[in-house]
Structure formats: C-alpha cells, structure tokens
C-alpha cells in the first residue's frame, strides 16, 4: 500500500494542534511523521508551503489570539500555554504575527487575521526517474557554511587532481548536502565536495565518505546552480507524495554531467538523488 504522506503531514498538523506547549523539535515532529529525519521538514515545506516552524508559530498564535479575545486569562498564562514561556517574547512574536500587541488585540474585541499569510508555491516539471544507484566510495573535501559557497571546494578538489594527476582514479563528480538549508542556521550547514575515488588509499588532505547505493529517486535539472532549490521543491512537493516511495535516512546528493568550466550556465546539467528505502 503507497505510503500516504497526507496522513503523515495531517498527523504532524493534528500533534501540533493539541499540544501548542509541547516539544516542537524537527526530530520529533519527524517522529510522529514516522519519517527519516533528513527528509522529513522539506516534504512538509513543499506540500503545505510553510516550513514546520512557520506552522508551529501559526498554530500557537492562532491559539492566543482566541484565548486573549474569548477569556480573560492573563497574558503570561496564554503566552505559556501556547509555548511561550517568555511573555517578552511572546509579545514580539505575537506582534509581528498581526501586527498588533497582545493587549492591543485583546482590547480590539475581536479575532483580526494574521498578517502576510503562506502560499504554497507552484511546482516545475523536471525529468524523475528512479534507477538502482551502485556503491560509491569516495574522497571528498568538507565545507562548512552556504551551500551556494561550496564552489571554492570543488575548485580546489579539481587542482589537487590535476595537480596530484589524480583523474584517472577519479570517477563522477559528486556534492553531498548533509543538512537541510531551510532549517540549518546558515554557518552550520555542511556539505562536501569531490568525486567517485576508484583507487586505492584516498589522497592525503581529502576525506572519505560512502554512499550505500540502492534504488533512488533522480530528478535532472537543467541550468544554473542557483535555481536548483525549484528542483529540490518539485521532487519533495510534487514526485515524492505521488510516487509512494519512502525516502531512506540519508542525505541527498548531487551527481554533475558536465563543467562550469566549459558549459554556460543555462546548460549545465545536474542528477538530484533522493535515496530510496528498500524494500
């Protein structure tokens, strides 16, 4: 039976609901998704359009402006039931959700909408397909920080090979992007650059690192590095929910069919591979 990912995103929006004070913590929310934790918050943001914490903030705000117009209990109690524990915070929270103070909400009398909502974004077409990906090794340089940045390691990875004359032990070229950049504070992320080794020991300075292989999901996207968070929309938001596929618990990488160095932007052509759970 396909695995419904409307359960699972109703599940996650019906845990939220009920328990506005309790732990909000992507892993637990992918928990009670029953999901793996490096997919989960990026098929909850391109189905629903809002990222889990934008949900949690909704939800807990909604909650408070109906206990500030519909009870009289005091503004430190409905800011701690709704998760909340600093009124301070709660204050600057709630006011930026509608513009309006707590205790200028609740003088106003009635339940005002919230300011600037949500909406999901259309989906792209891309090619997907799925394909028995092999076991690589491979020997990769690490890079901490904006994933836009890691172009500076994929640099110096391609003059440690010709440098070393390293090519022939090199197979593809691959990028592997462990955090999920939506919820990862920016300096935290980390991601490595480098290729498929077919060698022996693997070059002093690089590190190692496996990828299991198995059935996977690839989508192709065709043009800039900077557009390719469309693609990764498409495939959490659109393929993923459809195909009854469950993502296995690892990161996605990215396979490059060809150079920046000799192809224009617009024709630079990138596999996106979502491992797959096997059966």
């Known amino acids: 039976m396909p695995t419904s990912y409307e359960d699972r995103i109703l599940r996650v929006l019906t845990y939220i609901h009920d328990n506005p004070a309790g732990d909000m913590s992507l892993d637990r929310l992918a928990d009670e998704a029953a999901m793996s934790r490096f997919h989960w918050h990026r098929v909850f943001h391109a189905i629903t359009g809002e990222t889990c914490a934008q949900a949690v903030r909704r939800v807990r705000l909604?909650?408070?402006a109906v206990l500030l117009v519909q009870t009289d209990q005091p503004?430190?109690?409905i800011a701690a039931t709704c998760g909340y524990p600093n009124p301070v915070s709660f204050a600057r929270a709630f006011g930026d959700g509608f513009g309006l103070r707590p205790a200028a909400y609740r003088k106003s009398g009635?339940?005002?909408?919230?300011?600037s909502p949500t909406t999901p974004e259309d989906y792209h077409m891309y090619p997907i397909t799925t394909r028995r990906e092999p076991a690589r090794r491979l020997a990769m340089l690490m890079h901490k920080g904006a994933y836009y940045k890691i172009g500076?390691?994929?640099?110096?990875?391609g003059l440690m090979c010709e440098s070393r004359g390293l090519w022939p032990q090199i197979g593809p070229v691959i990028g592997v992007y462990v955090d999920n950049p939506d919820?990862?504070?920016?300096a935290d992320l980390t991601s490595l650059a480098g290729a498929e080794w077919l060698g022996d020991d693997i070059p002093d300075g690089m590190q190692e690192w496996y990828l299991e292989g198995g059935e996977t999901a690839v989508l192709t996207y065709k043009g800039p590095y900077s557009?390719?968070?469309?693609?990764?929309h498409t495939l959490f938001g659109d393929w993923l929910p459809k195909s009854g596929q469950e993502p296995a618990d690892a990161p996605c990488y990215e396979i490059s069919l060809n150079s920046p160095?000799?192809?224009?932007?617009?024709e630079l052509l990138t596999e996106i591979c979502l491992p797959l759970k096997q059966d």
């Open 75 to 77: 503004v430190e109690r």
């Open 152 to 157: 500076k390691c994929f640099e110096s990875f």
């Open 261 to 266: 160095r000799d192809t224009a932007p617009n």
């Open 183 to 186: 919820v990862t504070p920016e």
């Open 62 to 64: 909604h909650r408070a």
């Open 227 to 232: 557009g390719i968070a469309s693609a990764y």
């Open 110 to 115: 009635r339940l005002l909408p919230p300011i």
